[in-house]
Every structure is written in C-alpha cells, then in structure tokens.
C-alpha cells in the first residue's frame, strides 16, 4: 500500500510524503530516501516499488519548494538554500 501524508515543521511549514508500506508482518528495514538538491520524490518512485517488493518500508518526500511542498505562489515561497 501507498499512502501520501503531510508532515507540518514547526514553522508551521507543510512537507508531503510519500510512504510505501511492506506487507503487514513481513517488514524488514525501513528506508527513508532524502531527495538530492531540487530532486522531487517522484525520482524515487521505482526504487521506493522495488525496495517495498523486498519487504521494506520506504518514505520519499518533497524538500520545501519543490514538488508537493511547494507554495501554490511561488513568488511567496521563502524556501531558500
């Protein structure tokens, strides 16, 4: 199963993830994939399916300002480097 959440800093800021869940009782690692500078975690989708296959746990998720953690505005977003 895939599921899409949101993770609030405590900024206030919203971050959106990704988890892919191993079968129930079958996990055997969890992996979490940081996403390289302007990367969004989509990139990671094909590992992310294949690590799950392989019984693992995985989350990916979209650094502030790009991909689903991105302002509707961008010209409002303070993300910066």
Same mark, same amino acid.
């Given at each position: 199963?895939?599921?899409?959440?949101n993770?609030?800093?405590?900024?206030? @800021? @919203?971050?959106?993830?990704?988890?892919?869940?191993?079968?129930? *009782?079958?996990q055997?690692h969890?992996?979490?994939f940081?996403?390289?500078? *302007?990367?969004?975690?989509?990139?990671?989708?094909?590992?992310?399916?294949?690590?799950? @296959?392989?019984?693992?746990?995985?989350?990916?998720?979209?650094? @502030?300002?790009?991909? *689903?953690s991105?302002?509707?505005?961008?010209?409002?977003d303070?993300?910066?480097l």
């Amino acid at each position: 199963m895939t599921t899409k959440f949101n993770v609030t800093c405590s900024d206030g @800021r @919203r971050l959106t993830l990704t988890k892919f869940d191993a079968a129930a *009782g079958e996990q055997k690692h969890f992996v979490i994939f940081n996403s390289a500078l *302007g990367i969004k975690q989509h990139f990671y989708q094909k590992i992310a399916e294949y690590l799950q @296959r392989q019984h693992c746990t995985v989350i990916t998720w979209d650094p @502030r300002g790009i991909g *689903g953690s991105r302002l509707k505005n961008v010209k409002k977003d303070t993300a910066k480097l």
